[in-house]
């Protein structure tokens, strides 16, 4: 249904300007859609990086970006909708209501998960060494019976 509709708006903005200007303008368009999409890009990632520098959790920022991203695939899409849509999307107070909208939706469709009793980390097997030095948990090495077959050789 979308397709048809990106082929119906291209035939009525070809008739309308004709059929190699209407090309020129989708090929134009999703070729500096890349552009536009960094130049916002860069924008929300020093939002996102000034919210980290502040110890904050960079919610709204990284949702930012995954709406520009959105808008930027659709831009690189060729056809007049899928422009207009992505390029709606670079706009900052459009990205917020599509994300509020989003989030009211996503909210009503999730239910909440309640963990109850006690958490506790699992303990390592009791022959693992754990070096303070490095991160790794370093377990032994299972011995191998020389009759056993490699699992190269086959």
């Not at 291209?10 to 368009?29: D, N």
């Not at 999307?89 to 469709?109: Q, Y």
């Not at 999730?110 to 506790?120: D, M």
Request: proline share 8%.
């Amino acid at each position: 249904m979308f397709l048809g509709a990106e082929i119906a708006s291209f035939v009525v903005v070809a008739e309308q300007i004709g059929f190699l200007w209407a090309l020129a303008i989708l090929l134009v368009v999703s070729a500096l859609g890349p552009f536009v999409v960094r130049r916002v890009g860069v924008g929300v990632l020093a939002q996102t990086q000034a919210r980290l520098a502040r110890g904050e959790i960079p919610t709204r920022e990284l949702l930012d970006g995954l709406v520009v991203l959105i808008g930027g695939l659709m831009i690189c899409i060729p056809g007049y909708i899928s422009d207009a849509l992505g390029l709606m999307l670079m706009i900052s107070p459009v990205r917020r209501g599509v994300i509020r909208v989003a989030g009211r939706g996503l909210g009503r469709k999730l239910q909440t998960v309640r963990i109850v009793g006690s958490w506790r980390p699992m303990s390592p097997p009791p022959n693992a060494t754990f070096d303070s030095s490095s991160p790794a948990l370093e377990l032994p090495r299972p011995a191998l019976d020389p009759g056993d077959a490699s699992p190269t050789s086959a």
